[in-house]
């Protein structure tokens, strides 16, 4: 089969069998259910030859994508088994964000010893951060009234699910004191972003201000143990496929399609919304900091589908700083403005959070004034500052919310049989948008310079990884 034809081929294939099993699942056509999947496992065969033809790591990904939604649909009870996989994989990620972090803004800070530049991409990054989240709370709000989504639902959609308990109320004081860390141990093991960062950054700013004699030691040490982690990254990409087509078996085999048509509104209002910030903000923001848009969304395809497939911003935090940095960002920027980004840019989950709290109001028949809505997502806001990084955990949130503010918490356990869907796109804008902050911020400090995506790999000075050549060897194919 020509090259040429392959992508072709494997479109119409795929789209095909999709096609029949939507019309089969609404009645208008009468096939028996082994046509069908023969159809669709056909069509599979075709993106099987299409991935190894190409064989980059991100196809791969999306490869799976199908496989493991297949998977999930034909055989449900194998499909939840194989959560063990997505987990697996999930875990190995995290055991690279906490040193990632450190050692690479331990180099950024003390290895430039210009702390004015810190302080300088600090304020600039957060200023950013509050204006485009804004902008999201706004768009979610919006949106929500709009469609009206919440209104007409039943109370039987409603499932206890002992694995998600309202967090305690939190006060301002609680939320500033949870920024900063006690026991930086105990910040690994919980996974508290921000509070990694803040402890970075402090021991970077204090290295920098020893002598060189004893600075050096240190900041060879951190240097090697960040190569020795984007390796580490790298050997671990190659399980991503097999940890995300298990992830989307796992989601499709137990949700099941009942609960999607009741709750369909909800999900494309999401959808919709997420949409129309990607188009109204997120793109305009892109055009006025100049930057290439083929190349970056190029750039992203990798992170986003693994933050999609597994729910999980920081899954693809790895991946997507080492995209951003071959894009021309300085590693000083990306090591700062991404991991900062994770706790402050949450741009997805404050549109979903915004969104999702009215709708909660609307299924109960309680009618909110818009100071009552403002209250509440601002409120949402502030207390889900570092969830990004967990599945779901933006659904822990939202409980504590509601509740402290007498609303019901039934219309939230409903939301939770579409909540992996919703989450799946939430993630991904929350990826893009912290990618997008590490352009932006370069540019605002003038050291953003897009690399050409022809030899980019060869003018680097530093080695190449076992996955930029895997890429590059598939393009010269």
């Keep these: ?25 609404y009645g208008v056509l009468s096939l028996p259910s082994e046509v069908l999947m023969a159809i669709r496992w056909a069509g599979i065969g075709v993106l099987l030859m299409y991935g190894l033809q190409k064989r980059s790591l991100t196809t791969w990904i999306l490869v799976s994508m199908v496989v493991g939604a297949e998977i999930g649909y034909d055989f449900p009870a194998f499909a939840t088994d194989l959560s063990v996989l997505s987990k697996i994989f999930l875990k190995l990620i995290k055991t690279i964000i906490a040193p990632l972090i450190f050692a690479t803004l331990v180099v950024g800070i003390a290895g430039h010893s210009n702390l004015k530049q810190v302080g300088s991409m600090g304020w600039k990054a957060i200023l950013y951060f509050e204006i485009v989240t ?82 050096k030691p240190m900041l060879d040490f951190c240097e090697s143990l960040s190569e020795t982690m984007f390796k580490f990254t790298n050997i671990i990409m190659y399980f991503a496929p097999i940890g995300v087509g298990a992830a989307i078996a796992y989601t499709v085999g137990h949700m099941g ?69 071959k894009m021309g960002v300085p590693r000083k920027i990306v090591a700062f403005v991404m991991p900062t980004g994770y706790s402050f840019n949450l741009d997805g989950t404050t549109l979903y959070l915004a969104l999702a709290s009215v709708f909660v109001a609307q299924a109960a ?12 997502v601002f409120t949402l806001m502030l207390t889900s500052k570092g969830v990004a990084g967990v599945p779901r955990a933006s ?74 050549e895997e890429d590059r060897a598939a393009e010269l194919v």
Aim: aromatic share 6%.
């Design 1 to 25: 089969m020509k090259k040429s034809f392959l992508p072709l081929a494997t479109l119409v294939c795929v789209t095909l069998a999709a096609i029949l099993t939507v019309l089969q699942q």
């Design 134 to 215: 804004t902008l999201a709370l706004f768009i979610g709000l919006a949106a929500i009234n709009l469609t009206k989504a919440g209104e007409g639902i039943s109370m039987n959609l409603a499932e206890v699910n002992n694995e998600i308990t309202a967090q305690p109320k939190q006060t301002a004081t609680d939320i500033i004191l949870h920024v900063f860390p006690e026991n930086i141990a105990k910040s690994v093991a919980e996974g508290q972003v921000l509070q990694i960062v803040i402890f970075s950054v402090l021991f970077a700013i204090g290295l920098a201000m020893v002598s060189e004699k004893k600075r």
């Design 257 to 325: 399609l009942a609960i999607l048509v009741n709750l369909f509104q909800l999900l494309a209002t999401l959808y919709v919304a997420l949409f129309a910030f990607a188009v109204l903000v997120l793109l305009p923001v892109a055009l006025i900091a100049r930057v290439p848009i083929k190349r970056f969304l190029k750039a992203i395809s990798g992170p986003v589908s693994i933050a999609f497939a597994t729910t999980s911003s920081e899954a693809a935090l790895p991946r997507a700083m080492e995209e951003m940095e």
């Design 365 to 376: 028949g309680i009618d909110l004034s818009w100071e009552q809505q403002l209250v509440m």
């Design 395 to 468: 659904l822990v949130i939202l409980l504590g919310t509601v509740a402290s503010f007498n609303l019901p918490v039934w219309p939230v356990f409903a939301i939770l049989g579409i909540d992996e869907l919703m989450d799946m796109a939430r993630t991904s804008i929350n990826v893009t948008g912290n990618c997008l902050a590490t352009a932006v911020v370069a540019r605002w400090e003038g050291e953003f310079n897009p690399q050409p995506e022809v030899g980019l790999v060869e003018s680097s000075n530093e080695e190449a990884s076992p996955i930029q």
